[in-house]
């Protein structure tokens, strides 16, 4: 006889009370740091968070940080199919060693990504003197924001997508294959209907976290006013030089995009949830 009882059969007070803790301990670690930003960015009233966000370095910074998600998720979009399809369809020498390059961002701090750039790509760096003379810069301007915000939203996608891809398992396309299908015509016609709300969810926290991304940025970027800041690094700057109401303004424009992508996100993931059912 087991020792263990399902969580069901606990005493209704029991369930009471640890739903009540784990509510109490979210509202008081993320809620209340959440909306203190909101009440910060409110307290001096709304022109003056108008002022702050209609400033010409916060509409550079905003700007910056849009081309730079423009750019990265995209890439990390069709990268990541590539390798979600790889790992959840294919076997091959070296899978093992591709699922932990895919998760690699997870584990090594954005900052030493930020210093393998500047090492790789910097004035003094493996390829400076090259790129020098041919008057490309990579590492204090847009080519350096892209690749460090590539390298640290890499794995969403892709770790979004493997585990239902796993589920799925590999019947359809080896019927789509049989009858002739391409590759192209197989992911279209039989593994995306399965995924796309998945995959979906995957591209928003890829967006959401491409523009929140600090570490990594923060050392190619260079902290040029009005040309290398992403938001996250002007609202690091309103703050060092005092400017509370600007810094939390802006930290509340992106508190609340962190906001819409978790909503459509639990959407989708409903969604997913209904498809899978069906």
């Keep these: ?8 059969q606990d005493p209704p007070l029991a369930r009471a009370l640890i739903a009540c803790a784990a509510v109490a301990v979210a509202a008081l670690l993320l809620g209340l740091p959440l909306a203190a930003v909101f009440v910060e960015a409110a307290r001096r009233g709304l022109p003056v968070a108008l002022e702050a966000l209609g400033d010409p370095d916060t509409v550079a910074a905003i700007r910056l940080t849009l081309l730079v998600a423009a750019i990265a998720v995209p890439l990390n979009t069709f990268g990541g199919i590539a390798a979600a399809w790889c790992v959840a369809k294919h076997d091959f020498p070296g899978k093992r060693l591709l699922v932990t390059l895919i998760e690699l961002p997870f584990s090594v701090s954005p900052v030493i990504s930020g210093l393998v750039f500047v090492l790789i790509f ?7 003197a090259w790129l020098l003379a041919r008057d490309i810069q990579v590492i204090f301007a847009l080519p350096g924001l892209v690749l460090a915000t590539v390298f640290v939203t890499f794995p969403f996608v892709a770790r979004t997508l493997i585990p239902l891809m796993q589920e799925q398992g590999r019947d359809e396309e080896e019927a789509a294959a049989t009858l002739g299908a391409t590759g192209w015509q197989t992911f279209l016609h039989a593994t ?6 998945a995959l979906l969810a995957g591209v928003l926290l890829c967006n959401a976290r491409a523009m929140g991304e600090f570490g990594a940025v923060s050392v190619v970027s260079g902290h040029i006013r009005g040309e290398t800041n992403t938001v996250p690094l002007h609202i690091e700057i309103l703050y ?14 992106l508190a609340l995009l962190g906001l819409v992508t978790l909503a459509a996100k639990a959407v989708l993931e409903r969604l997913t949830a209904r498809g899978g059912a069906a």
């Design 122 to 128: 910097g004035l003094q760096g493996w390829l400076g």
């Design 192 to 197: 995306l209907p399965d995924v796309k709300w």
């Design 1 to 8: 006889m087991s020792a263990f009882r399902p969580a069901a």
């Design 240 to 253: 060092n030089e005092y400017q509370f109401a600007g810094a939390f303004a802006v930290a509340g424009l």
